[in-house]
């Protein structure tokens, strides 16, 4: 809608109130020159074609996830074609606008290993000719999921894209889904799997995305084990106590670039993933680290989460009217809310700390930070709003379980009874040689505070919280203990 031509010296241009991005592997290319952000990368991706092989009838489709292949009968030949567990990134330097999806210099030799278990898995392959051997580029994201949605830095800008080599399979559907979301404004149904608005900003780095897209091209016929973690492309956003966790036995996964401890390895245990449909390796250290939280105390790091200051002299109207619990509430009050669309949807699950009379402090999961900003910021009104992304700014150490006043109170000289610091509420605290705001919230179903702590100090208040917490049975704990709280 809203199209109109205007004829320029040597090209026209096309205004539009809407735009779709569904340029493929140029796609991230074209979103830059709009200042949008989408982190994809080409790969080379192959296949070959036999001669006609006689005898060869009709055939189901095969797929062999533990050989990285696939197999069609096609018009009485066999195809073979692969999603290797390390792939080829294409196009670094960018692809010519007249590249037309040609076809790219054969590579036998990193197809070979496919091609012997093929022969294994199919002997007639042993001794039928190859018609053809093709090499062409396809576009693959970090997360091997694709780009649907309106962007987060420009209104009417949206996109369907990189779509990981299942775009024919999932044109029907994401096709009808985009049309819908468009004309309504929100998604017809829960799309945050595919939603643009997981990118990360630093994922548009060449660098991140070549060594990235090498793995996900592969993991399309790998196992999804249960928080199967990605292999490259790591540790580019680290809380500051990154490596005091680290020399305590942590062990890492990555959600949104950040690095986060997941579990504690014991002594001399390894500190790696062994992935099992069954009970996998850091079972009993979750069940130990879930103990203590339940029974003693526990420490959690989770700096990740996404932190938004709403400031001004209309911010207490303005998230009144987008949040739907009471946002004109007491400074110091701490409200758990949701976010809601027209069609009552939660948009995000968040809690809103009132700072000021004008001032609020808004925490997010990591994940959700640029799909809730971009929610915010497209529903200014009229009103007179700030809205400021403050995640760098802190640190966040969240102390749980029944003995955590009992330690907290042996690091502060502050009041942290139920009368001085009751449930739902914060005040700005001595801890150690620092200063902190303790928030009183949980999400551990136990006694707890949640520390907001400036980055420059983080390390230090740890280090006071790890001193004393012996006496008291102090763990620390990861991000699995808390999925099972």
Not at 65 to 75: I, L, M, Q, R, V
Not at 467 to 478: P, Q, S, T, W
């Given at each position: 809608t809203g199209v109109s031509w205007a004829q320029g010296e040597e090209q026209g241009t096309i205004e539009a109130d809407i735009v779709v991005n569904c340029a493929g592997m140029w796609a991230r290319e074209l979103g830059a020159q709009n200042g949008v952000t989408i982190p994809l990368h080409a790969c080379e991706h192959?296949?070959?074609?036999?001669?006609?092989?006689?005898?060869?009838?009709?055939?189901?489709?095969l797929r062999v996830?533990?050989?990285?292949?696939?197999?069609?009968?096609?018009?009485g030949k066999m195809m073979l074609g692969?999603?290797?567990?390390?792939?080829?990134?294409?196009?670094?330097?960018?692809?010519?606008?007249?590249?037309c999806f040609d076809q790219l210099p054969e590579d036998m030799e990193h197809f070979e290993p496919i091609l012997e278990m093929g022969v294994n898995r199919m002997p007639m392959l042993a001794t039928a000719g190859i018609h053809t051997f093709f090499?062409?580029?396809?576009?693959?994201?970090?997360?091997?999921?694709?780009?649907?949605?309106?962007?987060?830095?420009?209104?009417?800008?949206?996109?369907?894209?990189?779509?990981?080599?299942?775009?024919?399979?999932?044109?029907?559907?994401?096709?009808?889904?985009?049309?819908?979301?468009?004309?309504?404004?929100?998604?017809?149904?829960?799309?945050?799997?595919?939603?643009?608005?997981?990118?990360?900003?630093?994922?548009?780095?060449?660098?991140?995305?070549?060594?990235?897209?090498?793995?996900t091209l592969g993991l399309l016929y790998a196992d999804h084990f249960p928080y199967r973690q990605m292999a490259t492309s790591r540790n580019v956003r680290r809380s500051p106590l990154h490596e005091h966790l680290k020399a305590r036995g942590a062990v890492f996964g990555e959600v949104a670039g950040w690095e986060r401890a997941n579990w504690f390895a014991r002594e001399g245990q390894e500190r790696e993933y062994r992935y099992s449909w069954k009970r996998q390796n850091w079972f009993d250290n979750q069940r130990e680290e879930h103990l203590a939280v339940r029974n003693k105390v526990g420490l959690f790091d989770m700096t990740s989460f996404g932190k938004i200051r709403v400031e001004g002299r209309d911010a207490c109207a303005f998230l009144q009217r987008l949040c739907a619990n009471d946002m004109d509430v007491a400074p110091g009050k701490i409200v758990y809310t949701q976010m809601l669309n027209a069609k009552g949807g939660i948009e995000s699950d968040l809690t809103v700390t009132r700072l000021s009379e004008t001032a609020y402090f808004l925490?997010?999961?990591?994940?959700?930070?640029?799909?809730?900003?971009?929610?915010?910021?497209?529903?200014?009104?009229?009103?007179?709003?700030?809205?400021?992304?403050?995640?760098?700014?802190?640190?966040?150490?969240?102390?749980?379980?029944?003995?955590?006043?009992?330690?907290?109170?042996?690091?502060?000289?502050?009041?942290?009874?139920?009368?001085?610091?009751?449930?739902?509420?914060f005040h700005e605290i001595e801890i150690g040689m620092g200063l902190a705001r303790a928030h009183r919230v949980t999400y551990v179903g136990e006694l707890g505070w949640e520390l907001y702590v400036s980055t420059e100090q983080a390390a230090h208040v740890f280090e006071a919280i790890s001193?004393?917490?012996?006496?008291?049975?102090?763990?620390?704990?990861?991000l699995h203990t808390l999925d099972s709280c």
């Open positions: 192959f296949y070959l074609v036999t001669e006609p092989i006689p005898g060869l009838t009709r055939l189901p489709v996830p533990d050989e990285c292949a696939y197999y069609k009968e096609d018009a692969a999603f290797e567990p390390v792939a080829k990134p294409w196009g670094m330097d960018g692809i010519s606008e007249d590249f090499n062409g580029p396809e576009s693959f994201t970090p997360d091997d999921r694709y780009y649907l949605g309106e962007a987060p830095e420009l209104s009417g800008y949206w996109m369907a894209t990189g779509y990981n080599s299942i775009g024919i399979v999932s044109s029907g559907g994401a096709g009808m889904a985009l049309a819908q979301w468009i004309n309504d404004g929100e998604a017809p149904f829960d799309l945050w799997e595919v939603d643009i608005r997981r990118a990360q900003p630093f994922q548009k780095n060449r660098r991140y995305l070549k060594e990235r897209v090498s793995e925490v997010v999961p990591g994940a959700t930070l640029q799909r809730d900003l971009a929610w915010l910021r497209r529903h200014v009104a009229d009103e007179f709003v700030v809205i400021t992304d403050v995640t760098a700014a802190e640190a966040v150490l969240c102390l749980m379980g029944p003995e955590s006043r009992k330690l907290i109170q042996k690091l502060s000289p502050n009041d942290f009874s139920n009368e001085g610091n009751p449930f739902g509420t001193d004393a917490g012996a006496e008291v049975g102090l763990k620390l704990c990861g």
